[in-house]
C-alpha cells in the first residue's frame, strides 16, 4: 500500500510550556481516518509496541501520527524525575496542539482524528477528547489509567474502548471504575493472561487487533450518522 511517510516536527507555543516535538506521520492512499498516538509513563514514538500496531493501523487505512508527548530536554529530566509524565496537564495540552495541528496538514486535512492513549498516554488522549468533543471522534486506551483523568471523563464524548490486561488487576479495577464514571459509548475488552505492557505472545496482536476494529467500527457508524 502506497503510503506518505514523513519525520515532522511540532512547535508548541502555549502557556504548558514552549517546546519543539518530533514525530513521525504515516498517512496511507485512501485513508480513513488518522489515530493520534499519546505514549505512556517514559515511552517514546520509538516505542517497539506502538510501532507494530501503528503498522496493524496502516494496513486498515488508518493514518499514524507518533509524536513525542514531551521534548528531548524534558524526557532527560523526567528520565531522572519521573515528574513529568504524570502530569496529565502538561501532556493532554500537548496532544491537543497535536489534534489541532494534524487537521491543517494537508495529507489529512479533513480525516477523521482519532486518538490511541497507552498507560498515562490514555489520560491525556481521554483531557484531549473532553477538550475537543467535535473533533475527537473515537478513543481507544491500552491499558490506560483513567483515573488520572477522572475530573475529564464526564465530558468525553467519543466512543472509547478501554483495553486492559487480566493480569493488569489494579489497572482493571481502575478502568471499571472508569466505565461508570463515563458518559460516553464505552467498552471494556480484557485481553486474556495478558500483563501491564502486554508482552505475552500474541497479546499486542490482540490489543492491535482490538483497536483496530473499533476505530473502523465507530468511523463507519459516524459516517452514516455525522450528527452522532
Known amino acids: 500500500m ?8 511540532l512547535e508548541i507555543k ?9 514525530g513521525n506521520l504515516v498517512v496511507p492512499q ?7 498516538f499519546a ?3 517514559g515511552s517514546s514514538r520509538h516505542s517497539p509496541r506502538n510501532s507494530a500496531v501503528a503498522a496493524a493501523f496502516l494496513k ?3 493514518g499514524a501520527l507518533r509524536f513525542d ?7 532527560a529530566m523526567d528520565a531522572r524525575t519521573t515528574l513529568l509524565r504524570f502530569d496529565i496537564a502538561l501532556l493532554a495540552t500537548r496532544l491537543i496542539c497535536a489534534v489541532d495541528w494534524i487537521g491543517t496538514r494537508a495529507e489529512t486535512k479533513g480525516l477523521p482524528i482519532c486518538l490511541f492513549g497507552a498507560s498515562t498516554g490514555a489520560s491525556a488522549a481521554l483531557v484531549a477528547a473532553a477538550r475537543r468533543p467535535s473533533v475527537v471522534q473515537v478513543v481507544v486506551s ?15 464524548k467519543a466512543p472509547t474502548l478501554l483495553i486492559v490486561g487480566e493480569r493488569d488487576t489494579e489497572v482493571l479495577a481502575l478502568n471499571r471504575h472508569a466505565q461508570k464514571t463515563s458518559r460516553c459509548e464505552n467498552k471494556l475488552e480484557i485481553v486474556p493472561g495478558a500483563t501491564h505492557l502486554f508482552e505475552e505472545p500474541g497479546a499486542l496482536d490482540k490489543v492491535a487487533q482490538l483497536a483496530r476494529d473499533w476505530f473502523l467500527q465507530k468511523l463507519r457508524q459516524n459516517q452514516s450518522h ?3
Open 60 to 62: 486498515a487505512a488508518l
Open 2 to 9: 502506497n503510503a506518505v511517510q514523513e519525520t515532522v516536527k
Open 14 to 22: 502555549r502557556p504548558a510550556g514552549d517546546a519543539l516535538l518530533e
Open 226 to 228: 455525522p450528527s452522532h
Open 69 to 75: 508527548l514531551l521534548s528531548s530536554e524534558e524526557e
Open 30 to 36: 485512501g485513508a480513513v481516518g488518522v489515530i493520534l
Open 142 to 156: 491500552r491499558g490506560g489509567r483513567p483515573d488520572l483523568a477522572e475530573g475529564s471523563l464526564p465530558s468525553v
Open 39 to 41: 505514549h505512556g509513563s
